[in-house]
Protein backbone atom coordinates (compact mmCIF):
# COMPACT_ATOMS: atom_id res chain seq x y z
CA UNK A 1 0.00 0.00 0.00
CA UNK A 2 1.24 3.19 -0.86
CA UNK A 3 1.42 6.06 2.32
CA UNK A 4 0.01 9.57 1.12
CA UNK A 5 2.12 12.51 1.81
CA UNK A 6 -0.46 15.43 0.24
CA UNK A 7 -3.27 15.89 -2.21
CA UNK A 8 -4.44 18.39 -4.34
CA UNK A 9 -7.56 19.12 -6.04
CA UNK A 10 -7.60 20.13 -8.93
CA UNK A 11 -10.09 22.32 -11.41
CA UNK A 12 -10.65 23.23 -14.56
CA UNK A 13 -12.95 25.90 -15.05
CA UNK A 14 -13.87 25.90 -11.64
CA UNK A 15 -14.85 22.25 -12.40
CA UNK A 16 -13.46 19.45 -10.53
CA UNK A 17 -11.34 17.65 -12.65
CA UNK A 18 -9.03 15.11 -10.76
CA UNK A 19 -6.73 14.29 -7.83
CA UNK A 20 -2.96 15.00 -7.87
CA UNK A 21 -1.33 13.03 -4.96
CA UNK A 22 2.14 12.92 -3.86
CA UNK A 23 3.53 9.52 -1.95
CA UNK A 24 6.83 8.16 -1.49
CA UNK A 25 7.40 7.12 -4.66
CA UNK A 26 6.63 9.92 -6.78
CA UNK A 27 3.17 11.72 -7.82
CA UNK A 28 -0.12 9.97 -9.47
CA UNK A 29 -2.59 12.24 -10.84
CA UNK A 30 -6.39 10.72 -11.36
CA UNK A 31 -9.10 12.28 -13.19
CA UNK A 32 -12.78 12.23 -11.40
CA UNK A 33 -15.16 9.98 -12.59
CA UNK A 34 -17.85 11.97 -12.90
CA UNK A 35 -15.48 14.50 -14.92
CA UNK A 36 -14.47 11.94 -17.36
CA UNK A 37 -18.73 11.68 -17.88
CA UNK A 38 -18.65 15.15 -18.85
CA UNK A 39 -19.30 15.74 -22.52
CA UNK A 40 -18.37 19.45 -22.05
CA UNK A 41 -15.56 18.74 -19.94
CA UNK A 42 -11.51 19.41 -21.21
CA UNK A 43 -8.49 17.11 -20.35
CA UNK A 44 -6.21 19.17 -17.86
CA UNK A 45 -3.26 19.13 -20.15
CA UNK A 46 -2.51 17.16 -24.00
CA UNK A 47 0.30 15.53 -21.43
CA UNK A 48 -2.56 14.12 -19.41
CA UNK A 49 -5.47 12.94 -21.83
CA UNK A 50 -8.59 12.02 -20.82
CA UNK A 51 -8.38 8.66 -19.33
CA UNK A 52 -9.74 5.94 -16.58
CA UNK A 53 -5.76 4.94 -15.77
CA UNK A 54 -3.94 6.30 -12.88
CA UNK A 55 -1.12 8.75 -13.91
CA UNK A 56 2.48 8.18 -12.47
CA UNK A 57 6.06 10.31 -12.47
CA UNK A 58 8.61 9.96 -9.87
CA UNK A 59 8.97 13.63 -10.60
CA UNK A 60 5.92 16.29 -10.32
CA UNK A 61 4.20 16.43 -13.60
CA UNK A 62 5.76 18.77 -16.24
CA UNK A 63 2.10 20.29 -16.97
CA UNK A 64 1.81 20.77 -12.73
CA UNK A 65 5.58 22.07 -12.16
CA UNK A 66 5.29 24.76 -15.26
CA UNK A 67 2.14 26.09 -13.29
CA UNK A 68 4.50 27.21 -10.44
CA UNK A 69 6.07 30.85 -10.75
CA UNK A 70 9.74 31.34 -11.54
CA UNK A 71 12.04 34.36 -10.84
CA UNK A 72 11.47 37.10 -8.78
CA UNK A 73 7.49 35.90 -8.28
CA UNK A 74 9.22 32.03 -7.48
CA UNK A 75 10.99 34.05 -4.45
CA UNK A 76 8.41 35.92 -3.06
CA UNK A 77 6.35 33.30 -2.73
CA UNK A 78 8.91 31.42 -1.23
CA UNK A 79 9.87 33.66 1.22
CA UNK A 80 6.28 34.58 2.22
CA UNK A 81 4.60 31.32 2.51
CA UNK A 82 8.60 29.67 3.75
CA UNK A 83 8.64 27.02 1.52
CA UNK A 84 11.57 25.62 0.21
CA UNK A 85 12.32 25.95 -3.21
CA UNK A 86 12.84 21.91 -4.02
CA UNK A 87 8.95 21.59 -2.45
CA UNK A 88 7.22 21.75 -5.76
CA UNK A 89 4.28 20.37 -4.31
CA UNK A 90 3.90 23.07 -1.61
CA UNK A 91 4.77 25.49 -3.94
CA UNK A 92 2.48 23.98 -6.19
CA UNK A 93 -0.41 24.13 -3.34
CA UNK A 94 0.20 27.91 -2.15
CA UNK A 95 0.99 29.78 -5.74
CA UNK A 96 -1.70 27.93 -7.93
CA UNK A 97 -4.83 28.08 -5.66
CA UNK A 98 -6.10 30.96 -8.57
CA UNK A 99 -3.51 30.39 -11.44
CA UNK A 100 -3.60 32.31 -14.53
CA UNK A 101 -5.27 29.96 -16.82
CA UNK A 102 -8.24 27.47 -16.52
CA UNK A 103 -6.38 24.89 -14.13
CA UNK A 104 -6.90 25.57 -10.36
CA UNK A 105 -4.98 23.92 -7.50
CA UNK A 106 -6.57 24.02 -4.29
CA UNK A 107 -5.70 21.94 -1.12
CA UNK A 108 -9.55 20.87 -0.03
CA UNK A 109 -12.32 19.90 -1.91
CA UNK A 110 -15.24 21.98 -2.61
Known amino acids: MMAEFRTAY ?7 AGILEEYEAGYRFQYDQAYLSDDTASSVSLTLPFSKQVYTSRVLFPFFDGLIPEGWLLEVVSRNWKIDHNDR ?22
Open 10 to 16: IYVRDQF
Open 89 to 110: FGLLLVACRDGIGNVSVLEEKL
